[in-house]
């Protein structure tokens, strides 16, 4: 019999082939859960796949655009198809910006707006189709930058604020179904996106790790546990609650 935390869950994991989701999904199926990753890079998430089956667990994958609503639909339904069902899903997926707003270009505002907002709004749009009838727990990955304002990041901090707001209004919505929907939100993780960052602006980073009260920057297994428990049963009395992954820094 499988045990753990998601024993028997099936879990959606979008952006799942680097940094947080690719060890959101090791967390997730070492916790019991059949886990279907979603992102871009085939070969990325064919390499994670066989990296968890060759541990023994239940992993499958399927690659698309999150920012494109067909290929949304499409995370879903290799789900469904290769699971028979959708217990949980975690929205992960997203890109970095840089520069002052008003130095902003136009086509990058409307790729991170398309990723990063639209992107979350897509898979809530799939997943809750899917959840009607039988319930189910969405975790949406914001960030601390959801909460204030930062320089020299673009419209990052928008749309992470956005998050958040699809993310309230979706548990409303779908409260009643038996849907839980909450976000968290992780401060400085090291990460790819973490490390494009130092490289463009070491000093910051650096400034922004030594004002966390626990003196570090998180893991991308922190942030995966904290998701694993608001996807898990133990949430069951959890929804629209934004969760902070971040040492404390915004405490
Ligand atoms: P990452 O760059 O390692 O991973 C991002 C994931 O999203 C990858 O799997 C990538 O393939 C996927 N992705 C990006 N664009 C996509 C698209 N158009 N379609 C499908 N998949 C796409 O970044 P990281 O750091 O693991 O970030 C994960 C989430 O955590 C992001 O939403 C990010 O904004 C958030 N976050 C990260 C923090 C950090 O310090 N690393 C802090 C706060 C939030």
Same mark, same amino acid.
């Given at each position: 019999?499988?045990?753990?935390?998601? %024993?028997?869950?099936?879990?959606? &994991?979008?952006? $799942?082939?680097t940094g947080i989701g690719a060890d959101a999904a090791r967390v997730f199926a070492e916790e019991g859960a059949s886990v279907m990753l979603a992102a871009r890079s085939k070969d990325a998430l064919a390499a994670l796949t066989d990296e968890l089956t060759g541990a023994g667990r239940d992993v %499958?994958?399927?690659?698309?655009? &999150?920012?494109? $609503?067909?290929d949304v639909a499409g995370f879903v339904d290799a789900t469904l198809a290769r699971f028979g069902r959708l217990d949980g899903a975690f929205n992960n997926a997203?890109?970095?910006?840089?520069?002052?707003?008003?130095?902003?270009?136009?086509?990058?505002?409307?790729?991170?707006?398309?990723?990063?907002?639209?992107?979350?709004?897509l898979c809530l749009r799939e997943e809750i189709r899917a959840m009607r009838e039988s319930g189910g727990s969405i975790v949406n990955t914001s960030s601390i930058g959801g909460f204030r304002g930062n320089t020299g990041l673009g419209a990052y901090q928008a749309t992470k604020h956005a998050v958040i707001g699809l993310t309230r209004?979706?548990?409303?919505?779908?409260?009643?179904?038996?849907?839980?929907?909450?976000?968290v939100a992780p401060g400085p993780t090291e990460t790819p996106m973490l490390t494009h960052w130092r490289q463009n602006d070491p000093a910051a980073v650096e400034r922004r790790i030594?004002?966390?009260?626990?003196?570090?920057?998180?893991?991308t297994t922190e942030v995966a546990n904290a998701a694993a428990w608001l996807l898990s049963d133990r949430a069951s009395q959890v929804t629209g609650v934004v969760l902070p992954v971040d040492g404390g820094l915004t405490a």
């Open positions: 019999m499988t045990t753990g935390l998601l %024993a028997g869950k099936v879990v959606l &994991v979008v952006g $799942g082939s %499958a994958h399927t690659a698309g655009d &999150v920012s494109v $609503g067909a997203g890109i970095n910006g840089q520069g002052r707003l008003d130095d902003v270009s136009e086509d990058d505002f409307d790729r991170i707006m398309a990723v990063n907002v639209k992107g979350t709004w209004t979706a548990a409303h919505d779908n409260g009643p179904l038996g849907i839980r929907v909450n976000v030594a004002a966390v009260p626990l003196r570090k920057a998180g893991t």
